[in-house]
């Protein structure tokens, strides 16, 4: 049975960026893999004309800013419930020239109930949906849908639950962990899994897919999957 302390909220943890920058750094969800997928696709897809991007869950945009550099971003739009991330990543970005927009905002309330005014060419979220309900999710891929350009496509990274019950996956998540983060102290270990206790509820790919197609998104393609981590693209 799980024992570790309770966090307040999401944005507490994540406010501990030196916990999550240790993970991210070690390569331990894939992150090279993943922005690597999002450079390769701008390369490919928006290298002769200039785009507008919305990252949905942002962080503090350290790979982002890697991928954006050298690119024709026209406009750069994240969403993030941390200020603490949105104020490193505002620093970060500060080489890439474009306009910029940083909001505070939660993507399980603002983001879903504001209308889509603005459309954009691409769409990343990564590592941020598994903090939704079941029915967030749904909404939340209705608004990328509508948020897209008629060309656009939605990049979708995240951790995924392949087990069935919750409980089961969390102990494969928890021993890969405590067995493979080396880098991190047991501390940061029982953080981590703290976290991901309290505020996790990754879909199975099947489930994700369904509620794509549901949304209206009925090309797909898998981009990236390994172990517990997924990415995926999506279009009209
Ligand atoms: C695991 S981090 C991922 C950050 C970055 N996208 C990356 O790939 O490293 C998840 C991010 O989502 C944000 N987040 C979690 N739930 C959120 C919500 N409901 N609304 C907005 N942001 C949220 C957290 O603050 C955090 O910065």
Redo the contacts with the bound molecule.
Sequence with gaps: MHSFPLFKN??D???NLDV?SK??KNNY?F?SE??GILKNYIEKELSNKPFKLL??????????TQVLENSKVESYTA????KE??EEAKTNLDIVKCKKEFLV?????E?LESPALNKYDLI?????LH??SLD?KKRFFKKCFDSLEEEGCFIL?DIINEKGSREEWFNVYKSGVYKNWSALTVEDKNYVCDHVYN?DYPESVSVIRDIANEAGFSKQKELFKKDLYLCIEFKR
């Design positions: 999401v944005e943890y994540f406010s999550y993970v991210v969800m992150h993943m922005y990252d949905l869950g942002s962080g503090n945009a350290f790979f982002m969403y993030d419930l941390s991330s949105l905002k939660d993507l399980s309330k983001f990343w979220s990564s590592f941020a903090h939704l967030d990274v505020f």
